[in-house]
């Protein structure tokens, strides 16, 4: 059975200072999703990441992919308050269609 | 284009009555996911439509559950009856492909 582990699952920054959120799984995964949820609202799609060594960036944030070490890490660069939600990791397993399995989700605030 | 619509976006019922949340997908999107999260839990899968058609239902907790989706357009998804365990946020995601999943807001549901 595949699972999807984060951590920290609780992430409190200060402003302009950086940090990483990992997300491990367990088996042998298509693709990687990262998500932002914020509060009340639908999840957001920040990055898919398909094979071993890619890695995406939008403004702030750099997601990256290791397949061999089934590891992908969300790096957050001189974080702004406007980053804060919770963040989904969420992988495709082999023959599932699409399916997602979600890790627990890390809930980042970013602090002045 | 209209994202995935949910309804209604919060539902309040009592242990063993029935409640039926609401799912449109985004236009020409044949594939159709229902997702869980359970109050400080991931958020789990619960079935997949192509069309009108059950492609996987692995992750229905018990046969209270009843998800349809006539004629390939919007699904229902109907506790009947509800336990206390049931409650917590259900999204709805809709694809054209296996790739991108496009989530609507979500249904609470709190069951009392």
């Known amino acids: 059975e595949l699972k999807v582990e984060q951590n920290p699952l609780f992430l409190s920054m200060q402003e302009e200072k950086n940090y990483t959120i990992y997300c491990n799984y367990s088996?042998?995964?298509?693709?990687l999703y990262w998500y932002r949820q914020d509060p009340g609202k639908s999840l957001e799609s920040l990055f898919v990441?398909?094979?071993?060594?890619a890695v995406k960036q939008e403004g702030r944030l750099m997601a990256s992919l290791d397949t061999k070490a089934r590891l992908s890490t969300l790096h957050i660069t001189a974080a702004v308050h406007d980053l804060s939600a919770t963040y989904f990791c969420?992988?495709?397993?082999?023959?599932?269609?699409?399916?997602?399995?979600f890790g627990q989700g890390t809930i980042l605030t970013v602090h002045p | 284009e209209a994202g995935v619509t949910q309804f209604p976006s919060h539902s309040v019922i009592e242990k063993g009555q029935t409640v039926t949340l609401r799912c449109d997908p985004i236009?020409?999107?044949?594939?159709l996911y229902w997702y869980r999260r359970v109050m400080g839990k991931e958020i789990k899968f619960l079935l997949h439509?192509?069309?009108?058609?059950?492609?996987?239902e692995s992750g229905m907790p018990n046969n209270r559950f009843l998800a349809e989706r006539t004629g390939g357009t919007y699904s229902t998804l109907k506790v009947q009856p509800a336990e206390l365990e049931d409650s917590g946020v259900y999204f709805c995601?809709?694809?054209?492909?296996?790739?991108?999943?496009?989530f609507g807001p979500g249904t609470r549901l709190t069951v009392t």
């Open positions: 088996t042998t995964s298509d693709r």
């Open positions: 990441l398909l094979s071993n060594g």
């Open positions: 439509f192509v069309k009108e058609s059950k492609q996987d």
């Open positions: 995601a809709s694809s054209k492909d296996f790739y991108e999943q496009y």
């Open positions: 969420a992988v495709v397993g082999g023959t599932s269609y699409g399916k997602l399995t």
């Open positions: 236009s020409g999107h044949d594939n």
